[in-house]
């Protein structure tokens, strides 16, 4: 016959956690790899998934919760973040092109200068906001350079450092405009948007290192408030 275990009072009324699988990224605190085919594959495979996002933007979150420093998932907030961060490196860099072709009497060599910034300005802006997604709000943790790739928790330390010194960057560029603004009244435009793009980053910054706060709390199995799955609205279970 076959003999049944025959649990304890303390058993019944205490029963053993449910095992949950937690993300190579999650588990690790920094891993290297270089050329990973899987990782890059996984990475193209979600241009179209962001590109659906960055056509709806504030879809997840609202501009006015944006604000706030407080957030029921930070990873839907971080989302709509870099879709902003995107918006204003393109109208940047629209706005350069615009000052190129103006400062060259639109003659041909500033035309082809003009389009030549404004083709790797807005590709480079895309892969910057789509990379920070990427690496911030989908795999928790995953930095990318050339073939090489950091994956881990700890990786978004390095994208919340990188991010400040995008707004020590950012802010020093501005006052490089409010220079020029003195010969140049346009610069100033671009001053402005340059000092919102700081705003931008400085709420990615936050955003990311409350991203590791909970991912390092789920690293050691404690509970973290206000999870939820990138993608998913907020409020939704």
């Known amino acids: 016959w076959l003999k049944l275990p025959v649990l304890t009072r303390q058993q019944l009324a205490c029963p053993a956690p449910l095992q949950t699988s937690t993300p190579r990224s999650e588990m690790a ?27 709806r933007p504030f879809s997840d979150v609202k501009p ?15 989302k709509e973040w870099t879709i902003l961060e995107l918006y204003f490196g393109v109208l940047v860099a629209l706005f ?21 910034y404004g083709v790797v300005a807005i590709f480079q802006a895309y892969l910057a906001a ?5 690496g911030g709000a989908r795999k928790h943790g995953c930095c990318c350079c050339i073939f090489c790739c950091f994956e881990g928790y700890f990786v978004l330390l390095l994208w919340t450092l990188l991010l400040i010194l995008g707004v020590v960057n950012q802010g020093y560029a501005a006052m490089a405009e409010v220079k020029l603004g003195a010969d140049y009244p346009l610069f ?25 706060q909970e991912t390092e709390k789920r690293s050691r199995g404690q509970p973290t408030v206000g999870a939820t799955v990138v993608g998913q ?5």
């Open 96 to 116: 350069v092109m615009a000052l190129y072709l103006i400062e060259g009497d639109f003659d041909s060599v500033a035309v082809a200068v003009a389009m030549e």
């Open 188 to 212: 100033f435009v671009l001053c402005g948007i340059r000092l919102v793009y700081v705003v931008i980053l400085s709420y990615q910054a936050v955003c990311v290192f409350r991203i590791y």
């Open 130 to 134: 789509h990379l920070a997604w990427f």
């Open 64 to 78: 006015s919760q944006l604000l706030k420093c407080s957030q029921s998932s930070w990873d839907q907030a971080f």
């Open 233 to 237: 609205p907020v409020g939704q279970a």
């Open 29 to 55: 605190g920094c891993t290297f790899k270089c050329l990973d085919m899987d990782l890059v594959n996984e990475y193209c495979g979600t241009c179209s998934e962001y590109m659906k996002y960055v056509f």
